[in-house]
């Protein structure tokens, strides 16, 4: 099991350098749900996560979070401490601090510019991160983290990006503009119709009938030569008899 989720990271975290650019060390951002779900389950964010992500990390998180963790009490006070450890993010909401949640979103809008990945077991929130491209999830599971295969939004994203070849659509007008101008449109139909056009009657089909032709003509002429020998052989045995009767 441990090799086949080694695989599965690896293969999405290729898919998250190749087209949205993460570099490392990659900054994750943990919220307080992520850190009571490991310290109940015994996993070391700090010392597995890296390994398990095939690089250097670095945990950060928000004062929003470290605030609303404050506010639950004893309950989470091990999970306070936890994300405490970890490097403080500035946030917008400096005066006014809003939920966990809300303060992630707003920190993985506008296309997720600094190319966080969100660590959290809030399941509205994961949903939430889904609907965004290129925003990579982790939460744990069975003991275990576990980075999640992309979103459909990520791989829809890509999908366009690859089938227009990142030409925006201006551009595209542009260039289809140009050809009319300069005549190229016009020269590429005449050019499809030429090849539309049916060719002549194929050569080698003429070159094969030939053949025929004459392979039927040669035993008519051996059979007329030996008719001509026959003849010249009875002559001469004629000649000869009356010679001897003479």
Do not use: W
């Not at 506008?110 to 939460?139: C, R, S």
């Not at 992309?150 to 503009?177: C, D, G, N, W, Y």
């Not at 007329?224 to 008899?241: L, M, P, Y």
Request: glycine share 6%.
């Amino acid at each position: 099991m441990k090799i086949t989720r080694q695989k599965h990271a690896k293969k999405n975290m290729g898919f998250y350098k190749h087209n949205f650019q993460f570099r490392e060390p990659f900054q994750v951002l943990v919220d307080g749900t992520f850190c009571h779900a490991a310290l109940r389950n015994k996993i070391q964010i700090r010392e597995q996560l890296p390994g398990y992500l095939g690089g250097a990390t670095q945990l950060c998180t928000t004062r929003c979070i470290l605030k609303e963790l404050e506010s639950l009490g004893k309950a989470l006070y091990g999970a306070k401490l936890i994300a405490q450890s970890f490097q403080v993010r500035s946030c917008s909401h400096h005066k006014d601090p809003v939920s966990g949640s809300a303060c992630l979103l707003s920190m993985v809008e506008e296309g997720n510019p600094h190319h966080f990945f969100v660590a959290t077991q809030d399941q509205d929130l994961a949903n939430k991160v889904k609907k965004k491209a290129g925003i990579p999830l982790l939460f744990i599971i069975q003991n275990t983290m576990v980075l999640d295969k992309p979103s459909p939004k990520s791989l829809a994203f890509v999908q366009t990006l690859q089938t227009s070849q990142l030409v925006p659509e201006h551009q595209k007008q542009s260039i289809v503009q140009l050809k009319e101008k300069e005549g190229l449109a016009k020269q590429e139909g005449e050019k499809r119709r030429k090849r539309k056009r049916a060719g002549g009657p194929n050569p080698l089909s003429c070159l094969k009938k030939k053949k025929k032709t004459q392979e039927s003509q040669k035993p008519a002429e051996k059979k007329k030569r030996r008719r001509k020998r026959i003849r010249v052989k009875t002559e001469a045995v004629q000649s000869v008899q009356k010679n001897e009767k003479e």
